[in-house]
C-alpha cells in the first residue's frame, strides 16, 4: 500500500471513530448526506455525498482525491490541514541492515566505512527524508482544476416567492471531485449536486436579487442573475424555515400597508411569544434605481412594543446588486443597539445614532438621498446622518422594511433624482 493511500485510510477510521457510526462499509446514503453536513458545520466547507462515497469505496473512482478534498477531512478530525495530518502520521521505517562480513579481495584499496552498518543507517535515513520530501512537495502542490463546455443557466417557474428556480448545469468535462450550486453570496445556501446530471433544482423563500454560483471544488467557474420579484406589496412573518406569507390583497387597509389582527389570529402566530419580525417587500424589475442618484421617503411606524420586542426596531432596507443599505429606527432607550448600513457599517455602539430614536405612537417620516457621492438621511425632517457615499452597492433592486412584532407603512417612494 503506498503512503497516501496509508494516510487516508487513517484519516478516514479517524473520521468514523469521531462520528461513532460504525465501520464506513456498512453507511448507507443517509450516514454520507449526514456527514456532509457535519463536515460543512465544522470546516465550512461542502464535500459532496458522491466525494465521500469514492472515499469509503462505495463508488469506483481510480483517481486520487485533490489537496482540497483532504485538508477538509484533516481539519475536520483536528488538523490545520493535510499537511499537518501525514506529519503527525508518519513513522520512517525502520533500516538496520547487517554489516557486510564478505572478506575483500587484497588486490583492492579498502574502505570500511562504507560498508559498515551505520554508514547503510545514515544512507537510508537520507532517502527515507527525500521520500518524505518529495511526498510532502507532492501533497501540497495544488490540484489544477480543469474544464471545458460549461454551462449553468436557470429559470424561475413563478413570478412570486416561494419561488423553484430550475438550473440547468453541465460540469461533465471536468476533473473536479465536487460540483456544487450556490443561491447567491450566501454559502450556507450551497448544495452539492451530482456531476453527471444536468439538472437541479432549488426553491427562493424571499424575494430579492441573487447571484447564483456554480462551484466546482472551491472555485466559482460561472454566475448569473437571478430576480425574484414581490409582485406588488408582499408580507412575510419571518417564522423558520419558512415563512408565512401575505400578498397584497391581504395587508393593503385604506391605502395602508400592515398586517391585521385578524390574519395573525387565522396563521396562529403570537408575536411576542415567538420573537417574530415581519418583513415587507417591494420587489420590481421596472421600479429599479441607481445607487448615486436616488430619493427614498417613507412615512410608517412599529405598532407592536410588547415584552421582548419592547425596542421596535425597524430597519428601512435597500437591496443592491452588490450590497445594501440599512436605515435603523427605534425607541430612544435602545438606539445604542442599533446599526446603520450605508457604504459603510455604523454600529450604534462605537457610533452616536441617537437621531434615529423615535416615538412609535405617531408616524415616522424617513428621507434618504443619495446625491454628488454624498448620503443624507433625515428622520422627521431632521438631518439624522449624512457622510460620503464612495462604494457603490449597485443597482438598488428593491425594498424590504423590518419590523421588530409588526407595523405600517402610510407612504413610500423610491425614485431616481
Known amino acids: 500500500m ?17 462520528v461513532g457510526w460504525g465501520p464506513g462499509i456498512k ?47 484533516a481539519q475536520f478530525v483536528g488538523y490545520e490541514n493535510w499537511r499537518a495530518f501525514t506529519a503527525n502520521g508518519f513513522t520512517p521505517p525502520s533500516s538496520s541492515p547487517a554489516a ?31 521520500l518524505a520530501f518529495l511526498f510532502w512537495q507532492n501533497q501540497t502542490r495544488p490540484k ?8 449553468f443557466n436557470s429559470q424561475p417557474v413563478t413570478n412570486t416567492v416561494p419561488n423553484t428556480v430550475i438550473f440547468n448545469y453541465n460540469a461533465k468535462d471536468s476533473n473536479a471531485d465536487s460540483v456544487f450550486i450556490q443561491q447567491s453570496w450566501d454559502p450556507m445556501r450551497r448544495f452539492p449536486v451530482d456531476k453527471n446530471l444536468e439538472t437541479y433544482s432549488s426553491t427562493y423563500y424571499l424575494p430579492g436579487y441573487y447571484r447564483a454560483k456554480l462551484i466546482l471544488d472551491t472555485a466559482v467557474v460561472a454566475e448569473h442573475d437571478i430576480f425574484i420579484e414581490s409582485n406588488g406589496w408582499l408580507a412575510t412573518v419571518d417564522r423558520q424555515p419558512i415563512p408565512v406569507y401575505a400578498d397584497e390583497e391581504k395587508i393593503l ?122 448620503m443624507s438621511i433625515w428622520v422627521n425632517d431632521g438631518l439624522a446622518f449624512e457622510d460620503d457615499y464612495q462604494k457603490s452597492i449597485g443597482g438598488i433592486m428593491g425594498t424590504r422594511i423590518v419590523f421588530m412584532g409588526t407595523g405600517e407603512i402610510k407612504a413610500f417612494e423610491l425614485k431616481k433624482l
Not at 2 to 18: G, P, T
Request: one cysteine or more.
Open 2 to 18: 503506498d503512503r497516501e493511500k496509508e494516510h487516508i485510510e487513517k484519516c478516514l477510521l479517524q473520521i468514523e471513530a469521531k
Open 253 to 374: 387597509h385604506n391605502g395602508i400597508v400592515r398586517v391585521s389582527d385578524e390574519f395573525l389570529a387565522a396563521e396562529k402566530i403570537d408575536l411576542e411569544k415567538e420573537q417574530l419580525w415581519t418583513s415587507f417587500y417591494r420587489v420590481a424589475k421596472n421600479e429599479v434605481v441607481p445607487d448615486d442618484s436616488f430619493e427614498l421617503q417613507a412615512t410608517l411606524k412599529n405598532t407592536f412594543g410588547k415584552g421582548p420586542l419592547v425596542c421596535q426596531q425597524t430597519y428601512i432596507v435597500l437591496m443592491g446588486t452588490m450590497g445594501a443599505i440599512a436605515i435603523p429606527l427605534s425607541i430612544k432607550g435602545c438606539v445604542g443597539e442599533l446599526n446603520l448600513q450605508t457604504d459603510e457599517p455604523h454600529d450604534g455602539k462605537t457610533t452616536d445614532l441617537s437621531a434615529f430614536g423615535v416615538d412609535f405612537s405617531d408616524w415616522v417620516t424617513v428621507k434618504c438621498q443619495s446625491k454628488d457621492k454624498k
Open 144 to 151: 489544477q482544476l480543469e474544464y471545458e463546455h460549461i454551462v
Open 100 to 130: 557486510d562480513s564478505s572478506p575483500a579481495p587484497n588486490n583492492k584499496v579498502q574502505f570500511p566505512f562504507l560498508r559498515s552498518g551505520a554508514f547503510k543507517s545514515i544512507v537510508a535515513i537520507v532517502a527515507v527524508g527525500i
Open 27 to 73: 453507511w448507507q446514503n443517509q450516514d454520507f448526506e449526514e456527514l456532509s453536513k457535519q463536515i460543512f458545520l465544522e470546516t465550512k466547507v461542502s464535500l459532496s455525498v458522491s466525494t465521500l462515497k469514492r472515499l469509503w469505496g462505495k463508488i469506483r473512482y481510480d483517481g486520487s482525491p485533490n489537496i482540497a478534498t483532504l485538508n477538509t477531512l
